[in-house]
């Protein structure tokens, strides 16, 4: 069966930065695009980045832009996560997801295929 399995979540200070990994099994990797969302307490669902098959081609939403980065190691079968400059509004769990879509994944939450636990994000002041 397919799972996504993340880690890298915890408690950083406002300003620091955390590494989100998300590793994948039971799925042909390569074929799908992925996504990161966050979903903070009491708020809707976010998107937050997402990637290519390839890795060729990225993007992040409005309110993490400059400061997330998204990449893809696909003989890891690994999505990570990469955010710095972390401020107390990215607290938050933390979601991956693939998209089996040829092209970029979507910013919407319904077209995904399959989704990993989450992890929480807690950035402090």
């Known amino acids: 069966q397919v799972m996504l399995v993340e880690s890298g979540g915890g408690l950083v200070q406002a300003g620091g930065s955390l590494r989100l990994s998300c590793i994948t099994s039971g799925l042909t990797f390569s074929y799908y695009a992925m996504g990161w969302f966050r979903q903070a307490s009491g708020k809707e669902r976010e998107f937050v980045a997402a990637i290519n098959r390839s890795g060729s081609s990225t993007y992040s939403g409005d309110s993490v832009k400059g400061r997330f980065t998204i990449s893809r190691d696909n003989a890891k079968n690994t999505v990570y996560l990469q955010m710095d400059s972390l401020k107390p509004e990215d607290t938050a769990v933390y979601y991956c997801?693939?998209?089996?879509?040829?092209?970029?994944?979507?910013?919407?939450?319904?077209?995904?295929?399959?989704w990993g636990q989450g992890t929480q994000v807690t950035v402090s002041s």
């Open positions: 997801a693939a998209d089996r879509v040829r092209g970029l994944a979507s910013n919407d939450f319904n077209e995904y295929d399959y």
